[in-house]
Nanobody, 122 residues
Framework: QVQLVESGGGLVQAGGSLRLSCAAS????????MGWFRQAPGKEREFVAA????????HYTDSVTGRFTISRDNAKNTLYLQMSSLKPEDTAVYYC???????????????WGQGTQVTVSS
């Protein structure tokens, strides 16, 4: 099993930056694709970014490309999301998730964290 705990969320002004972390337990972290998803109030959960086990493959949703960077440290069992040039529309609860597949589909992720709130003020 994999347990995931997000941290690093908070309130930031538009144009600012935040770095989210996701600490994972379980010895299989290093072999899994990790992803970030977000859910804004009244909206469905959406894909943000994903990274494969080795870091050689990453994928971003168009709205964050060039502003967000996903990375991982397998030695520390930790996933990161560096967010820059934040916009009010980035406001959401951000979740990290784990999958055995190289995928961006939420339905393929079988372990999820509890989420961390990111609020971007205008």
């Amino acid at each position: 099993q994999v347990q995931l705990v997000e941290s690093g969320g908070g309130l930031v002004q538009a144009g600012g930056s935040l770095r989210l972390s996701c600490a994972a337990s379980g010895r299989t972290f290093g072999w899994r694709t990790m992803g970030w998803f977000r859910q804004a109030p009244g909206k469905e959960r959406e894909f943000v970014a994903a990274i494969n086990w080795s870091g050689t493959w990453t994928h971003y949703t168009d709205s964050v490309t060039g502003r967000f960077t996903i990375s991982r440290d397998n030695a520390k069992n930790t996933l990161y999301l560096q967010m820059s040039s934040l916009k009010p529309e980035d406001t959401a609860v951000y979740y990290c998730a784990s999958s055995t597949l190289i995928t961006v589909a939420a339905t393929d992720y079988n372990y999820w964290g509890q989420g961390t709130q990111v609020t971007v003020s205008s």
